[in-house]
């Protein structure tokens, strides 16, 4: 049975809606584009032309895979993120829209500082440090990331954005990796999901790598360690900043505060929840 576009599309919908997925819609265009290498307008223009078997066969292919939830992000194999692309698969945690607040942050934090020394730990795609590189050609950014995995997604998206202001280090937080330089910016998107949480994720968390998300019995096992091992890495003045994970700012911030840290303040990102904290040293 050959579908037109149209067609396709409502039938994509009806699928994404029955697996439970919310924004359906949205989704079932990605796949279009995806499967047709149309833009929106030309999907709009062409719209009763007929997919070939084998736009057909990619998208069955698709809502297969998308009905057991695996992730879209995962399918594509690069994704979004601050306007610009990166490559993301199994392996490395997806880039997500919370934490843009993150970078946003970090840019305004940034602002009256020339030249710049940033590091990003727990880098994993690098999509923090790179979008930090991106927008400031004059900063030197550091990314730390522990898994060959993530580091292979990393790398292939510093030359993707042609960020070569950067520094790729293979190594871990615990063991300090990163802290031979002194930063005027230190931040992270460490795991910070919590045990008890970790069955309640939504479905397609579950094909992430459960590295990237646990932060320990509390969730906030790396929070402690980063301020530990890298307060002494900031330049006098300079600040530390974390994405941390929901009801756990005022914590973070404490952590921060225990270790000597001033001006503690948080963000709300744009779902309305407190999601950047930060502390200068
Ligand atoms: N925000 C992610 C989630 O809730 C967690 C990412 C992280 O642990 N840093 O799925």
Redesign the pocket.
């Known amino acids: 049975m050959t579908q037109n576009i149209f067609e396709a599309y409502n039938h994509a919908k009806k699928e994404l809606a029955n697996a439970g997925i919310e924004d359906y819609g949205f989704e079932a265009r990605q796949m279009i584009r995806r499967v047709t290498g149309f833009s929106n307008q030309q999907i709009l223009e062409r719209y009763n032309q007929p997919l070939t078997a084998f736009q057909q066969n990619n998208l069955t292919a698709m809502l297969k895979q998308r009905s057991i939830r695996y992730p879209l992000q995962y399918m594509f194999g690069e994704w979004g993120f601050y306007g610009r692309d990166f490559y993301v698969g199994v392996g490395a945690?997806i880039p997500?829209p919370?934490t843009e607040t993150l970078v946003e942050e970090a840019l305004k934090a940034l602002e009256g500082t020339e030249n710049p020394a940033v590091l990003d730990l727990c880098a994993g795609t690098g999509c923090i440090g790179i979008t930090l590189a991106a927008e400031r050609k004059d900063a030197t950014v550091t990314l730390v990331e522990k898994y060959p995995e993530a580091m292979g997604y990393l790398t292939r998206n510093i030359e993707r954005n042609r960020t070569d202001n950067t520094r790729a280090l293979a190594g871990d937080i615990f063991e300090s990796a990163g802290a031979d330089r002194t930063y005027d910016l230190i931040v992270s998107?460490?795991?910070?999901?919590p045990a008890e949480e970790m069955d309640t994720?939504s479905p397609e968390?579950h094909f992430e790598p459960q590295e990237?998300?646990y932060?320990g019995e509390d969730g906030l096992l790396f929070f402690r360690a980063i301020v530990a091992n890298y307060r002494d890495s900031l330049k006098p003045g300079g600040r530390m900043m974390f994405?941390v994970?929901i009801g756990e700012a005022q914590a973070v911030a404490e952590i921060l505060s225990q270790a000597g840290s001033t001006e503690i303040a948080v963000q709300k990102d744009y779902g309305g929840v407190d999601r950047v904290v930060s502390g200068k040293f």
């Open positions: 945690l997500r919370d998107n460490p795991p910070y999901i994720v968390v990237a998300l932060g994405e994970g």
